[in-house]
């Protein structure tokens, strides 16, 4: 349980930010004994992979930050949040135990499939409130809600490796704001639709 726990919150937190998960697993299988990465993702531990990662997440950090950038950095992020997504969730080995199945030992695709669907979630939900919010703020609330994104991405990422009992009580912290921002949006396509 704890195992689909750990890949559950990585997935979600990659759906936010790719590369906080990634580098938040990596440096933990590297400096301390809180992960185990299996032999097929010990790059992820690597010092260049790393740093290459790092590069990355300062890009993402700056773009994110940036309205209209930040639109044309969820497009490009379409494909690389689910893959760090199915990365985190496999590499932690989330798949193999969940709930000690030996059938997700048998099909390692499981795990992968488990990690791209609930990060593609995540991704889509994120960029489909983001123009909500940067036009009903003329753009000034970008940098907060990105600074949030990548608060709860480094929160969650973080519980789902140390605690990972806590995820299902984050995962609904997350859930309400998206909620909030959705419902906000229908609200005002219902209003624009009502004006025309």
Do not use: C
Request: positive net charge; charged residues 10%.
């Amino acid at each position: 349980m704890l195992a689909a726990l750990t890949g559950l919150g990585l997935s979600t937190a990659a759906g936010l930010n790719a590369y906080i998960p990634l580098l938040v697993v990596g440096l933990a299988a590297n400096l301390t004994d809180a992960v185990k990465l299996p032999g097929d993702y010990a790059w992820l531990s690597n010092g260049w992979v790393l740093a290459i990662i790092a590069v990355l997440l300062t890009a993402e950090f700056v773009l994110d930050k940036v309205p209209i950038v930040d639109h044309v950095n969820d497009m490009i992020q379409t494909a690389v949040r689910p893959a760090a997504g199915g990365v985190v969730f496999t590499a932690t080995q989330a798949a193999s135990q969940l709930d000690h199945s030996t059938w997700m030992t048998q099909h390692p695709w499981a795990g992968w499939t488990l990690g791209i669907g609930v990060a593609l979630v995540i991704h889509l939900l994120k960029s489909t409130a983001r123009p909500v919010v940067n036009a009903t703020t003329a753009g000034v609330g970008a940098p907060v809600v990105s600074t949030a994104e990548d608060a709860g991405s480094l929160g969650l990422s973080l519980l789902a490796v140390f605690f990972p009992v806590l995820v299902i009580a984050a995962l609904v912290l997350l859930a309400l704001p998206l909620w909030w921002l959705i419902r906000r949006r229908r609200a005002h396509r219902a209003k624009r639709l009502a004006t025309s």
